[in-house]
């Protein structure tokens, strides 16, 4: 495992929107998704999972379903809505300008200034 | 939720295990690093907003395990509560629905009572009835349609073939049902034909009456019926819901005029206001009629007439308005007093746990969440009290409708639902208020310094304790003003119940008869009556003497004028006596007391001399500077030789300020010696009472009664038996209902004003515990301690006291028109209230108090 780093809630709504928008997944998987695509890079604590996930459902942008696990066990299943889908971009798109005024920033030097 | 969860953890564990973790080990980390899972859980209602029942369901158990801890509190918020709620609710909706009874017409706001004002130097009068020229003036009102009936609805004789019975009937003028818009069910109303002298006998019955004797035959309209001797035909029956306010049985034609029973105001009055008319232009036209009433001579010159249109409702309330309208003072006083008692309850409450409060803020807990949590015991209390004071409320409300008995007709009350919920807001808000205030304040207070203060266990502060005092200073107080107008309204009714009743009404039976007859037109077929009934009743096993007479001691008797012939003072204008007509036997029968001279015998005929008796109060007011045996007066149609002088007995009165009941003036004539046409008048406002003194047994002498009233004219029916003692009672129900009421209402603020004593004083030996261990310990006796303790609460008592007595001074005013035979500012009253309320106050400071005595001063001091 690389380096933890802690996370706020509105970058974490924005991880789940982008993990459930591959496929549908269940709390577990989604864990375990954003684990995979960011390399390992991007823990996500556990307690904090759930009260995000009944968040967004309750805002609409992803509904549920209950089916079963790969072991055979009950589990509620998300995917992203339009409501969600159209979200998601929206928060995208104001991350990359955010993070390219970052580093536009840090990558000033003394005379540019 | 939880299955969404357990097989998260459950897949967590299943990777650890793949990766070589043993089960138990990899069960263990799942649940571990998953969190606490009810945190999980709340924090995801949170999220969704759906945690408000939960944390609700917390704040409601916590009150409730609170409010269990401290017992006395509890109990004391909750009685007061409930009593506050059910009691006030209770006697609110007993005034509530007889001053506000709507009357069973349709439309009813538009109809009217005229009301006059009658002045005259020495005499005030109001009443609802006018006379026959009166009538007619108001005919031509513009404003109103108008129709009369005979305020008495008298006792008559019915007699359908076999069937004998007294019924109560009422006379209406033609138009009176249009007048109410209740049509009758079969048949027609009189017309104007019939209202006249001289007009066709008609009669409507009420539905009672047909469905009695005519079993709900439709043909019975059209068929004759004998009434008071003759026959009348039945025109109309009125429908089965028409409940007027006083039952009666049938109607017949009113037949005003201007002179008999028009010459004197007799007549009542129901008005509708027409269409688009007001009550203001309705009472605009009365008064001109009541300038033309005034010059029309029919009243002594001097006498100041005044008229005005009112609305019904108040004709029917006029008795009943001011004893309720003091009842309902009363019941917001009380409600006023609990509520104080509610607001000191908590107050002492929120003081005492000011370390509680700091102790949870500064565990983290959040202002909101105090706030919230002791709303919840608020609300709790309310709740639970408001329940405790429904069910008082319908025990108070079926031992109300014991203590009225027949006095009263409080059978429609039930618990008025909007009393309900003012009693109920009233306290619930004060609750709020009062128990919020101690959440803001401490939230606001240095947790440190609460928590360090050890609550108030210090020397007592003054200052924060101002607030209580003043309330119980104002419970004290209010309480004072009910105990003053209590007691009064009590001696009123000891006054009335120990007036010398002036005869001896214990085994003494009254039978009432109806001689409005036709076939009783003439005095000698009433004296003829009279003496063969008479005689068979005399003639009875149980009976010991009998006699007759017109009306009753403590009844209301005739108003009749009268002159002095002889004397120092010869009336050129004659005065206005109660008069009233006996047989003899009548003052023999009740033992009232000869006091000089002799009674009425049977040697007094028609043709002798005309003789009277007077009564003492007579004498006093009228014959003072002479010998009144053989003193001469001109009255009910003859000059009458004054020949004996009777006992004084209380009597209702018609006239004049004599109050309820009292020994006015009274004139006794011999039946024998009255004319036809004075029988005929009086018969058709007073039923006779044949008057027997026996030895006990009612029912047997009952029958015999009648069987003697059978004898002598088979078509005369007894109209009612009754014991003298009962018809005594009946006169001072009224004023004993209130005293009880009112009386009732009185201790009930005592009591509550004695809570709140108590637990202000309670409260002081629980805060100045350590201070007393101190003082206990370096000397002091536990006496001193005590009394350093209860003085308090006597001092606020006594300073309540002052200012209640200031108060009621003041409000005595207002009741004045009930106190008989007290006066209002009578300063017995005032001590005997203020040392019953001083008496309790002493209690239940001493009470709390005694706890000090049992201190040990080595324990309050170790206890830190």
């Known amino acids: 495992m690389g380096k933890q780093v802690d996370i706020l809630q509105g970058m974490l709504d924005m991880m789940i929107l982008k993990a459930v928008s591959l496929g549908p997944l269940h709390g577990y998987g989604v864990l375990l998704r954003i684990q995979q695509i960011s390399k390992d890079a991007l823990q996500i604590p556990q307690g904090s999972l759930y009260p995000a996930l009944y968040r967004l459902e309750h805002k609409g942008w992803i509904e549920s379903t209950w089916g079963e696990s790969e072991n055979k066990r009950k589990a509620k299943y998300y995917t992203l809505t339009a409501t969600g889908r159209k979200q998601l971009r929206a928060e995208t798109a104001e991350w990359s300008k955010l993070s390219d005024a970052i580093a536009s920033l840090l990558k000033a030097t003394p005379d540019e200034v | ?864």
């Open chain 2, 1 to 864: 939720m939880h299955h969404e969860m357990a097989s998260h953890m459950a897949a967590y564990a299943d990777d650890l295990i793949a990766r070589g973790v043993p089960p138990d080990e990899a069960h263990r980390r799942a649940r571990v690093e998953f969190g606490p899972l009810e945190e999980v859980r709340e924090e995801c209602r949170e999220s969704v907003g759906l945690r408000w029942p939960f944390v609700l369901a917390r704040d409601l158990r916590y009150a409730a395990r609170i409010l269990r801890k401290s017992p006395a509190f509890t109990f004391t918020a909750l009685l007061t509560l409930a009593l506050c709620i059910g009691l006030n609710t209770a006697i609110f909706s007993v005034v509530d629905s007889m001053l506000l009874r709507q009357l069973p017409y349709p439309d009813p706001g538009r109809l009217v009572a005229i009301e006059t004002h009658q002045q005259s130097t020495g005499e005030d009068y109001r009443g609802f009835a006018v006379t026959g020229r009166t009538l007619e003036e108001l005919r031509g009102a513009s404003a109103f349609e108008i129709a009369a009936f005979s305020g008495i609805s008298a006792g008559i004789n019915l007699v359908n073939g076999a069937h004998v019975e007294s019924v109560s009937a009422q006379r209406v003028t033609a138009g009176y049902f249009h007048v109410l818009r209740v049509a009758p069910a079969i048949g027609r109303e009189f017309t104007p034909t019939e209202d006249v002298r001289g007009g066709a006998a008609v009669t409507v019955l009420s539905h009672r009456l047909w469905m009695r004797l005519f079993n709900g035959d439709r043909s019975a309209v059209g068929r004759p019926v004998n009434l008071k001797g003759e026959p009348y035909t039945i025109v109309g029956v009125m429908p089965a819901g028409f409940h007027p306010p006083d039952p009666v049985d049938l109607w017949a034609p009113l037949r005003p005029s201007r002179s008999g029973e028009g010459g004197g105001t007799n007549y009542d009055v129901v008005g509708r206001l027409r269409p688009g008319a007001t009550l203001a232009q309705a009472d605009a036209q009365v008064a001109l009629v009541a300038v033309d009433a005034q010059k029309s001579g029919e009243f002594d010159k001097g006498t100041k007439i005044e008229m005005h249109a009112l609305p019904l409702q108040r004709e029917f309330t006029k008795n009943i308005r001011t004893p309720l309208l003091v009842l309902w003072a009363a019941v917001v006083v009380v409600l006023i007093i609990g509520c104080v008692n509610i607001a000191a309850l908590l107050l002492v409450r929120g003081a005492a746990r000011a370390r509680e409060i700091g102790t949870r803020m500064a565990l983290g807990s959040g202002k909101s969440a105090v706030v919230r949590q002791l709303l919840c015991e608020t609300v709790l209390l309310a709740f639970v009290g408001g329940a405790i004071g429904i069910v008082l409320g319908e025990l108070g409300l079926k031992v109300l409708k014991m203590l009225a008995g027949r006095s009263v007709d409080l059978t429609d009350v039930a618990l008025d639902g909007r009393v309900l919920l003012i009693s109920a807001c009233a306290s619930i808000l004060t609750g709020l208020i009062f128990g919020l205030v101690p959440a803001l304040q401490t939230s606001r207070v240095d947790i440190r310094t609460a928590l360090l203060d050890g609550g108030s266990r210090g020397i007592a502060g003054g200052g924060r304790n101002w607030i209580r005092r003043c309330l119980v200073v104002t419970e004290v107080a209010l309480g004072l003003v009910l105990l003053v107008v209590a007691g009064l309204l009590v001696r009123t009714f000891l006054y009335l119940h120990g007036l010398n009743p002036g005869f001896d009404g214990s085994n003494v039976l009254t039978a009432g008869i109806s001689l409005q007859d036709a076939r009783y037109k003439t005095a000698q077929r009433v004296n003829r009556f009279f003496d063969d009934t008479l005689d068979r009743v005399r003639q009875m096993p149980g009976v010991q003497v009998a006699g007759a007479g017109l009306t009753l001691p403590y009844e209301q008797p005739l108003n009749i004028g009268f002159k002095r012939m002889d004397g120092p003072h010869p009336d050129a204008q004659g005065a206005v006596t109660n008069l009233t007509y006996i047989t003899p036997g009548f003052f023999e029968a009740l033992h009232a007391r000869l006091v000089r001279g002799r009674l009425l015998a049977d040697a007094d005929r028609k043709e002798t001399e005309p003789v009277a008796m007077v009564n003492e109060a007579f004498v006093r007011e009228y014959l003072r500077d002479q010998d009144p045996i053989d003193s001469h007066i001109s009255t009910s149609n003859a000059n009458r030789r004054i020949v004996g002088i009777i006992g004084d007995f209380p009597q209702a009165n018609g006239y004049g300020s004599y109050g309820p009941l009292s020994p006015a003036p009274g004139v006794f004539v011999p039946v024998s010696q009255v004319s036809d046409g004075f029988l005929q008048l009086v018969h058709v406002w007073f039923a006779p009472r044949l008057v027997i003194r026996t030895n006990g047994r009612s029912n047997a002498n009952i029958a015999g009664v009648a069987e003697a009233v059978r004898s002598a004219d088979p078509l005369m029916p007894v109209a009612s038996f009754a014991a003298m003692d009962d018809v005594i009672s009946r006169y001072m129900s009224d004023e004993r209902f209130q005293a009880e009421l009112l009386g009732a209402l009185a201790a009930l603020a005592m009591l509550l004003a004695a809570v709140g004593i108590y637990g202000l004083i309670a409260n002081t030996v629980v805060e100045r515990t350590r201070e007393l261990g101190v003082r206990m310990a370096l000397g002091s006796t536990s006496w001193q301690a005590l009394r350093s303790v209860a003085l308090p609460g006597v001092i606020l008592a006594l300073v309540g006291v002052a200012a209640g007595c200031a108060l009621a001074r003041a409000c005595v005013g207002f009741v004045s028109h009930l106190v008989y035979g007290v006066r209002p500012t009578d300063p017995s009253t005032f001590v005997i209230a203020a040392l019953a309320l001083l008496l309790t106050a002493a209690i239940a400071s001493l009470l709390p108090a005694l706890r000090v005595t049992r201190l040990n001063p080595a324990d309050t001091l170790r206890a830190e």
